[in-house]
């Protein structure tokens, strides 16, 4: 079954209020919104997916697994008693549609109000999730599908395994993303795990990957491998050997006749497409100086740029810290009658003052939609959305 046409999340201009979308979510809602019912009352995780303008529980055995075409809403409590902290993900697959996107940045509000305003709202998009959303999870998992597509959760078998790619983050924790079942998918740079059932499953080491790369996309593997002992395979280490590896990658599928695993393995080369992406990305960083700006009330506006910034390195730019050349650089000096964005090359925050008409928070997050139109890149930076008063170290580095 193919995906339904659909206009993708990234030419919505989250300004709801009385939208098609807005109208939609409320019927969906009309007898009150079920999943909200006792949340956030004590330390955890909680998971829904978007389905027809409504949310629906996502299995805990499958936390850390997402639909390339859906959006999802992430609630972590962490802390205990009277300071619980509550952190509010929506999670965009890249797949995922207009009405998708809007449903879950809407109903993240409508969770938010639910926990009486306490809760830090986030926007992760698929690929690029910052650091405090993969670590709620072990492994981020992207599925092919969705619930638009009519496609579902499908268990692997011989006859019809899954390929992933790996790809590990700076967090020390990974990715995997489905990927053709093909040679031309690999690379020698990258991880890759064949998973045939809970009992065969392959982990794959391109030659130029790692050790700590190495030791967790094995440790994904074992993870799937629940009833058997994975077999690891290392490029140029007589990976070639193993015929039924490479008979799935060269047929998509198990059974068939043996393959050539040396020209197959020796054929892999690297694209190194991810490394350079990254040192790319890095030495942007680099140079990027900060932006704040004010954002008007009125959706038509253009926002005002009010201040620039520069980055000022630190841990190899895990945690960036900054300043802003304005007299009143200092979180606690930001005027209490205004919503600011802050670009700061790695992240977006979005601040609102205690008195600003910012109405509901959903038109705040709406703000970093409006500033995509004259800075395309991002729609792929994760987002923040904070009130002052809940400030934190990641935002509270880039003002002095």
Not at 3 to 9: A, D, L, M, Q, Y
Not at 132 to 148: D, N, R, T, W
Not at 216 to 240: K, N
Not at 260 to 271: A, K, M, P, Q, V
Request: hydrophobic share 35%; glycine share 10%.
């Amino acid at each position: 079954m193919q995906k339904p046409e659909n206009i993708s999340w990234k030419d919505t201009n989250l300004a709801l209020i009385g939208t098609d979308i807005d109208h939609k979510v409320k019927e969906a809602a009309a007898q009150g919104e079920e999943a909200w019912q006792g949340i956030g009352q004590e330390a955890g995780l909680c998971v829904w997916r978007i389905e027809k303008f409504q949310i629906k529980p996502w299995p805990e055995d499958q936390y850390g697994q997402f639909f390339k075409g859906d959006s999802y809403i992430v609630l972590n409590s962490s802390g205990s008693g009277d300071t619980l902290q509550h952190d509010l993900h929506i999670w965009i697959g890249s797949e995922s549609t207009q009405d998708e996107y809007g449903t879950a940045a809407y109903k993240m509000v409508e969770a938010d109000e639910t926990l009486g305003g306490a809760a830090v709202q986030h926007r992760q998009i698929e690929g690029s999730e910052a650091d405090e959303f993969a670590e709620c999870f072990e492994f981020l998992e992207y599925l092919e599908g969705g619930i638009e597509s009519g496609f579902t959760k499908v268990e692997p078998t011989k006859e019809n395994p899954l390929f992933f790619k790996f790809r590990a983050r700076d967090n020390k924790k990974g990715e995997v993303t489905q990927v053709p079942m093909a040679i031309s998918s690999m690379d020698s740079g990258s991880g890759f795990i064949l998973f045939a059932d809970k009992a065969t499953v392959w982990v794959w080491h391109g030659k130029d990957m790692k050790l700590m790369e190495k030791i967790a996309c094995t440790h994904q593997g074992e993870s799937l491998c629940t009833l058997g002992t994975v077999t690891i395979l290392a490029q140029g280490e007589d990976d070639e050997e193993d015929a039924e590896f490479w008979d799935y990658l060269n047929q998509g599928g198990g059974g068939g006749s043996s393959s050539d695993g040396l020209s197959c393995s020796r054929s892999i080369g690297s694209t190194a497409t991810g490394l350079k992406t990254r040192k790319s990305l890095t030495s942007k960083l680099k140079e990027f100086k900060p932006k704040i700006f004010v954002v008007p009330g009125e959706p038509r506006d253009p926002l005002e740029q009010v201040g620039l910034g520069e980055i000022i390195k630190k841990a190899m730019l895990k945690k960036p810290m900054g300043f802003f050349n304005r007299s009143s650089s200092s979180s606690s000096t930001l005027d209490e009658d205004k919503v600011y964005l802050i670009d700061t090359g790695w992240k977006i925050f979005v601040w609102i003052g205690k008195e600003a008409d910012a109405g509901e928070k959903v038109a705040a997050l709406g703000a970093a939609d409006r500033y995509s139109e004259i800075e395309p890149r991002a729609n792929e930076l994760p987002v923040t959305v904070l009130k002052s008063g809940q400030e934190r170290d990641g935002f509270a580095s880039f003002f002095k």
